[in-house]
């Protein structure tokens, strides 16, 4: 009669890379496995693998094991207190099958990763030139189809005495179908502290779209920010710096850049001019 033995295969290869079984699964009779209060780490192909005896012939047959579970948060975010125009960072990580799916709710209402709010592809939430109004309770949310998990931090800002108040009358101006020249003036109080601005720009329509931002000069009050998309609406503001930090965000403009077309039209146009 020939002999079996059992092996778990994490590779889902069937062959002598197989390991030995959990020691709570039971073997019953000569050929039958049995796992009773199946986990997760169940999951996985096992191979029965028979032995004829004093030979080195055998067969081998295999079958996999999905064990299903509903969320298990395995990692909660912690609350934390920021100083205004900071980044925070909460990581939430969840364990169950089929894999949950992570979303954040700010004060119980849902969160589009979009500009300077990203919902990272590993569940973790970053907020980034952190405002006042950021302050709130943020909740993790993890699904499948067989439920779900949740838990809950706090994020505080705080803001420093002496800081310089935003830039003014920020504007933006399409030049061309790929260019806009973004100027502001200088804040109202507290402006001869300032050693440096921060431009802040992007697309103003759309979900997950990527904030950029340009380091500015302290004696500079306008930027011509390039290789922008034609016919596209894009949103602007700007952000003082002190030695103390950073100011609150400056008015957001919303400008489209021109297109192409209309680019060509204005060169021709300024060419016959030259011409006349």
């Known amino acids: 009669m020939p002999l079996s033995a059992w092996h778990e295969s994490q590779t889902f290869e069937v062959g002598d890379n197989g390991k030995p079984i959990a020691t709570d699964a039971i073997v019953i009779g000569r050929a039958n496995l049995m796992i ?48 205004r125009a900071s980044t925070a960072r909460f990581a939430c990580k969840a364990d169950g099958e089929p894999t949950p799916r992570i979303r954040w709710l700010k004060n119980g209402e849902d969160i589009m990763s979009n500009g300077r709010v990203k919902i990272q592809n590993s569940g973790s939430l970053v907020i980034n030139q952190i405002g006042l109004e950021d302050a709130a309770y943020y909740q993790c949310i993890a699904e499948n189809r067989l439920g779900m998990a949740c838990t809950t931090a706090k994020l505080a800002v705080t803001i420093r005495e002496g800081l310089p108040s935003a830039p003014k009358s920020v504007s933006a101006t399409p030049l061309t179908s790929t260019a806009v020249l973004v100027s502001w003036e200088r804040p109202e109080h507290n402006s001869e502290q300032i050693i440096g601005f921060s431009l802040h720009y992007q697309k103003a329509v759309g979900t997950n779209n990527v904030e950029y931002q340009f380091a500015v000069n302290n004696d500079t009050t306008e930027l011509q920010v390039k290789d922008l998309q034609p016919n596209t609406n894009y949103t602007f503001y700007v952000v003082a710096y002190s030695q103390l930090g950073a100011s609150r965000t400056s008015h957001s403009m919303i400008v489209q850049t021109m297109e192409d077309d209309l680019v060509c039209s204005q060169l021709f146009l300024m060419k016959m001019k030259e011409n006349a």
């Open 36 to 83: 009773v209060h199946t986990q997760l780490y169940h999951s996985g192909v096992y191979v029965c693998r028979a032995n004829k005896p004093r030979t080195r012939q055998f067969v081998t047959a295999a079958a996999e094991l999905r064990v299903l579970a509903p969320p298990m948060i395995t990692q909660f975010p912690e609350t934390i207190s920021r100083i």
